[in-house]
């Protein structure tokens, strides 16, 4: 609990000094108020008013994680000893043995219908349509989550209603991959401790806050979606903070990059900017959105004037020789000054080569047609955490 000991101070910063109202009502969803409206109320709704149901909900979103899934649900259980709490596997539709070994666990699983539906936004809100704890801990299924979190996640929040969110520290175990060293090792402000903008890696919610954001992951992003999120909730009025507690292990994609920046494209995961841009745009959180991904917007700004360059140069030099020269000098510039700022030719030209896809992706997703947020997931649930033995439930 020294994590937020000394009147709030994390990392020994005093960001929570001040007092604030308690926000202890109970915020209805648009599903919830149009069930009272016709005489019907919800199953959560009911646990919340007699206070009977689980107190932390343990999301675990998962698309062919058939390597890391066993080692997640098993933390997420030992993590919820002595507590309420219950385990949902949010599955979108994996192809793999994910299902299947999940299974094996006392866990609720629900997958996704249509395999169209697939993105992080849906695994996201897939779980929390099923989930009824007052508290939702959100986790992807190649991770561990680290048993004194959650206690600490829960304290910090009961002390701090002021507060929508609270993450730990995330420890990155795959090593063998550019993109995760890069983020391993930047200095990224909202993984240190203290108030922070978004919960990269996952985090533990309060269930008020979220119902005030009208749903939790916005379906229509494939990527950024604690950042969408955590911006939805700061133009609430609502804070996020991270403590100095071990949260998740990570086990990222392994492999060659290359393959995983094919994969960030094919699954849409590159477009996930634009997607953010455009579903904010008129909304209140729109400008911390702007704000937040101001230097990124800049760097492909720059990626497009790179590419204008390259296309104008062979017109506007004389001489094919010198034109040729001029444009291989130009074409070689990022990539040689990455190299050196990184100290490694490697990372510089992964660096770069990341650049130039998301820059590319940010057209699409600004394009994509969106879907309502707020609408029900077409889902299945494969198993309920009450079914008897180890059977998955037929769909």
Aim: hydrophobic share 45%; charged share 20%; net charge positive.
């Amino acid at each position: 609990m020294g994590a937020f000991a000394n009147n709030g101070k994390i990392g020994g910063r005093s960001v929570f000094a001040e007092e604030t109202q308690s926000r202890g009502r109970i915020v209805l969803s648009g599903r919830e108020l149009h069930a009272r409206k016709y005489g019907l109320v919800s199953l959560p709704l009911v646990r919340h008013m007699l206070d009977t149901g689980p107190d932390v909900t343990i999301i675990i979103k998962a698309l062919n994680e058939q390597r890391h899934i066993a080692a997640a649900i098993e933390s997420a259980i030992a993590a919820l000893e002595g507590m309420r709490g219950e385990i949902i596997l949010a599955d979108s539709a994996s192809t793999d043995r994910t299902v299947e070994i999940a299974a094996q666990y006392p866990i609720k699983i629900v997958r996704l219908t249509r395999i169209a539906d697939r993105s992080c936004g849906a695994g996201v809100q897939l779980g929390y349509q099923y989930s009824a704890g007052r508290y939702v801990c959100l986790i992807d299924g190649d991770m561990r989550l680290h048993r004194p979190f959650l206690p600490a996640a829960i304290a910090f929040l009961e002390t701090h209603p002021q507060f929508a969110g609270v993450g730990g520290m995330i420890v990155e175990c795959e090593t063998g991959n550019f993109e995760y060293v890069k983020r391993a090792s930047a200095a990224d402000p909202d993984r240190l401790p203290g108030e922070v903008k978004r919960l990269d890696c996952g985090g533990m919610y309060r269930r008020e806050a979220i119902e005030a954001t009208g749903y939790m992951g916005d379906r229509n992003l494939h990527g950024g979606e604690e950042f969408e999120f955590g911006a939805r909730l700061r133009a609430r009025g609502w804070r996020l903070a991270r403590i100095d507690v071990p949260a998740v292990d990570h086990h990222g994609h392994s492999g060659n990059p290359y393959a995983l920046l094919r994969r960030r494209w094919a699954t849409g995961f590159a477009f996930s900017t634009g997607e953010i841009l455009r579903g904010t745009f008129g909304q209140s959180a729109f400008w911390l959105v702007l704000h937040k991904l101001r230097w990124e917007l800049f760097l492909f700004a720059a990626v497009h004037g790179w590419w204008l360059a390259l296309i104008a140069t062979p017109f506007l030099v004389r001489g094919p020789v010198a034109a040729t020269l001029a444009v291989a000098a130009l074409a070689l510039f990022p990539f040689a000054a990455m190299s050196l700022r990184c100290r490694s030719i490697g990372l510089g030209l992964y660096s770069v080569a990341a650049w130039n896809v998301y820059a590319a992706g940010l057209w699409p997703g600004l394009l994509r047609q969106r879907v309502d947020p707020a609408r029900w997931i077409a889902s299945t649930v494969l198993r309920d955490a009450a079914t008897p033995g180890n059977r998955v439930i037929a769909a």
